[in-house]
């Protein structure tokens, strides 16, 4: 696996350095002790907390050590904040690496049994063919064994997981239709069967009355011996053992399709979440390609056609992080074109990130794409901005699509309310 597209963010003075990032490996395989959340390297944070941790324990977790609120932020939020709490370290990483070795336990002492390189790969192999990912992701990451190749092995595969579900979002949609189907035949099963269960319950209590009626009846019937007492005696038996036995399976019956349409219900409910974020995310990708395809047809008919989808960008600075060399050519060609200026910064890969800070106060806005860009960058981006009252707004994708999109909306609302600034972006801050 190639390294991530980005460059290593740099460890604070009290932030323990990363184990994977020292020289040599000879130092790691000397250390017998588990690595802590907050000396990783800052770029497997996202992917750690995403994959290992749920929305609802860091809703309990994380607003404890920020000002978010837990009712009213959006798991978005929580997820940014999770990981900017892992990256500054200190008592929020503490409590998030406490969650996670608290939760997979038993995988780390799994894991623990491997005491070189290649047995933590074999282990972690078979945690994919088994679909247990998250324990066994957290165990790997976090074990003395963990070489440098070891995580980029682990975090590469996780990352080509996370595509084969966003492409299994029409599946998704299939499934969920199934299993509403399915969990409404299971809910109108478990009324049939609790109308049987009452049904079979005051069944034997008319037996059990019968049995008593017919033991004294028994008892005042002259000349019965004691063997035809012991006979009727056992019948009676019997026949409630078998009255017993049979309320005994309707009652798993009941309690297994319960469990099972709680199951469902649960999946449910999981599935009708991502088909939200699948519709929100097709309509962004409708806006982009409408505004694109705008652009593109007008110009047959008007010269000036792609310089007036841009048109809110004349006169104006633009400053834009991140992104493509290729998408960023044709974007400041673009603006240009249209008579503004776009600054282009990678973020830090090769221009140095001073340069990116002295920018950012002469900027009228400034975009990034979130596909495109580090924590890191993203954090301090953030800052610079809000000090020096700049606006910034997040991009979908580092594509033409996405920058043509946002502009086009900040024409349109230029021209509606020319006193107003940027709208203010739906997109999410962090991945889209």
Known sequence: MQSPPFQLARTSAHVRPDACCQPTEASLRASHRRSRLAELDPHLHCSIIGTCLSTGELRKLVPKFTDLDRHHASDLEIHHAAVELAIAGGAGAKALNKALDERYAGAIRRFDTARDPAALLDLWNEALKSGDIPPAYWAVMSHPHATIDVRQSAFGELHMLSHLVGAANRADIRRLVALEAENQALREKIDRQQARLLEVSAERDAAA??????????????GATPAQLEAEVERLREKVEDGERRLALHTSRREAAEQRAQQEENETRVLRNRLGEAHALLKVVQ????????ATLDAADRPDARERAVQWVSGKRVVYVGGR????AVLKSLVAA????????DGGIEDRKGLLAAALPNADVVLFPVDCIDHDSMSMLKRVCERHGVEYAPLR????????EFVARLTASAQATPASGPPRSAFCLRHG
Do not use: M, Y
């Open 209 to 222: 009355r019968q049995l008593h009626e017919q033991a004294l009846h028994i008892d005042r019937k002259p």
């Open 287 to 294: 806006a982009e390609c409408a505004a694109l395809e705008r």
């Open 325 to 328: 060399p290729n998408s960023n």
């Open 338 to 345: 249209a008579g503004g200026e776009l600054i282009v910064h």
């Open 397 to 404: 994708t580092a594509s033409v699509a996405s920058f043509v």
